[in-house]
């Protein structure tokens, strides 16, 4: 059995890409226009035009809605925000309390909205299920939960090798946690209810149309151009083929595969019964989701980057990641080890050069973005649509401050990433060290996380 590759990603398998929508007719007005039909852009224009139906909002995608990063995901709907921490250092415990409330909050808010809207996606409460393959994943484990713990996350469990073999039997697993903030989605079901949502409420979605440059008060494309206050970039893993954006956000990719159903003995071996999403604690770690149809669906790193922030061909993998997928699917799964591999796509997420989603809107010229959630974005491009709501609303004196716009995410800037070819040496440098790191600690006894994973960390300002 051949294994389909790239074709967007295998969520698009049954039903097929959807048929893009029109292109914009030509020049004209709005009073925001939404540059990106991903998460990010859908969510921002869902919430806006919600809160005041009378706005005049354009949402202009290159390919159609869901090609990105939001239509080719691992569909861990959770809790995750990137930069926490370092948001506790620069803004204060209490900021960082609550941006991670708020996360919360966010994953609670997509399976609301999802019901409300009669969005199919799949979704299955589950929580979020990390295990540890190694002592030194388990010591990292550990203090994991012990941070969250502090840090006030006290629904957090933490346990033992027997409890997450309960959940989820993971060969070689010494322990885990849980938390019950998230779910596992079909993420391109989820984006295809949201773009259909978005277009109910009245908002112009144009597809086939990608935007050749964002200049305050207008987003120019070879259809026509569109004169707007507020102009929003919401386009995360492509950031970089924007003029003058090439060193904002580093296109990260990550890779996935998805099996053949499983047959039933298999999973009664494997049991997952809870549909958690579950990840590792390996430096370039795994996530995975039992499908609605009875796949795993499972990611990783693969080749992390590309040379001057090139992305990949509609989800097109390099054999070689495929056969490294392949055998983590083995380990950690023997069980499945014979069932053939259905997919495998791959697409890019935004890493910025701090490690550290944002949002923000410049009260001056209109323009706003948000992103660079660092593979966290599926529940985070729903805190930040609102957020950029709530931006736009306070700058255009149709609202006022709110608890959003005063989350410390808002605002952040950082600086860009180094030219080539030192970007590209640095991140491939990065990943070879962490997948070096992974091996060591994986086939030693040892509780230290490996001291060349701990230099590359620093290094490259990842925590
Ligand atoms: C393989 C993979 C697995 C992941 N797994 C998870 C996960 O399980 N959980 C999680 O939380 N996060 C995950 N992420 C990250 C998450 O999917 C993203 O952070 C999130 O979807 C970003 O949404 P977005 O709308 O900002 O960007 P995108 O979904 O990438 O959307 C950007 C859109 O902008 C469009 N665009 C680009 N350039 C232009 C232009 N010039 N003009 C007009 N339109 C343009 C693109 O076509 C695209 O549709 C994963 C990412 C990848 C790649």
């Known amino acids: 059995m051949t294994t389909v590759n790239g074709g967007i990603s295998f969520w698009y398998a049954a039903g097929g890409v959807p048929l893009p929508r029109a292109p914009l007719p030509g020049d004209t007005d709005a009073d925001v226009v939404v540059v990106g039909g991903g998460f990010t852009g859908l969510w921002t224009a869902y919430y806006l035009k919600q809160a005041l139906p009378s706005l005049r909002i354009t949402v202009l995608e290159a390919r159609f809605c869901g090609y990105g990063a939001s239509g080719r995901n691992g569909g861990w709907l959770y809790n995750g925000v990137a ?33 409300a809207e009669r969005i199919e996606a799949a979704v299955r409460r589950g929580g979020v299920l990390e295990v540890a393959c190694s002592p030194a ?49 079909q993420p391109a079901e989820l984006l295809r209810g949201l773009a259909a949502a978005v277009e109910r409420l009245g908002v112009a979605v144009h597809e086939s149309t990608p935007v050749t440059g964002i200049r305050p008060g207008r987003a120019v494309t070879a259809h026509g151009t569109v004169r707007a206050p507020y102009v929003l970039r919401c386009t995360e893993g492509f950031t970089a083929s ?75 993998t390099d054999p070689r990641t495929l056969a490294a997928l392949r055998e983590v699917l083995a380990r950690l799964f023997p069980a499945a080890a014979g069932v053939p591999v259905a997919h495998t796509w791959s697409g890019v997420l935004g890493v910025p050069r701090d490690w550290c989603a944002s949002v923000h809107l ?22 930040a649509g609102r957020t950029l709501r709530d931006l736009v609303l306070r700058a255009s004196g149709a609202g006022a401050d709110s608890e959003l716009t005063g989350l410390p995410w808002v605002g952040h800037r950082v600086r860009r990433w180094e030219p080539e070819p030192l970007r590209w040496a640095g991140v491939r440098g990065l990943y070879a060290a ?8 994986s086939a030693g006894r040892s509780a230290a996380t490996d001291p060349v994973a701990r230099l590359a960390d620093r290094v490259s300002g990842r925590h």
């Open 362 to 383: 410049d009260r001056g010229s209109g323009l706003g973005w948000a992103g660079g959630y660092v593979g966290s974005g599926v529940a985070a491009s729903n805190l």
């Open 434 to 441: 962490y997948r070096g790191a992974d091996r060591r600690e």
């Open 83 to 115: 930069g926490r921490d370092r948001y506790a250092r620069l803004h204060g415990h209490d900021a960082a309390v609550r941006l991670q409330r708020a996360m919360n909050g966010a994953v609670d808010e997509v399976v609301r909205v999802a019901a």
């Open 242 to 316: 924007l003029a003058g954006q090439r060193r904002t956000w580093l296109p990260m990719n990550s890779s996935m595969i998805v099996t053949e159903p499983l047959p039933p003995r298999v999973w009664a071996a494997i049991g997952w019964e809870g549909c958690e999403t579950l990840g590792d604690m390996a430096h370039a770690y795994m996530y995975a989701q039992r499908t609605a149809d009875g796949r795993i669906a499972l990611g990783g790193r693969g080749v992390p980057y590309r040379f001057g922030s090139r992305t990949d061909h509609d989800g097109r």
């Open 137 to 185: 994943q388990l010591a990292r484990l550990r203090a994991y939960h012990a941070r969250e713990a502090a840090f006030g996350e006290t629904d957090r469990l933490l346990l033992d090798a027997a409890e997450a073999a309960d959940r989820v039997r993971v060969a070689g697993a010494l322990g885990g946690t849980w938390t019950p903030h998230g779910a596992r989605v």
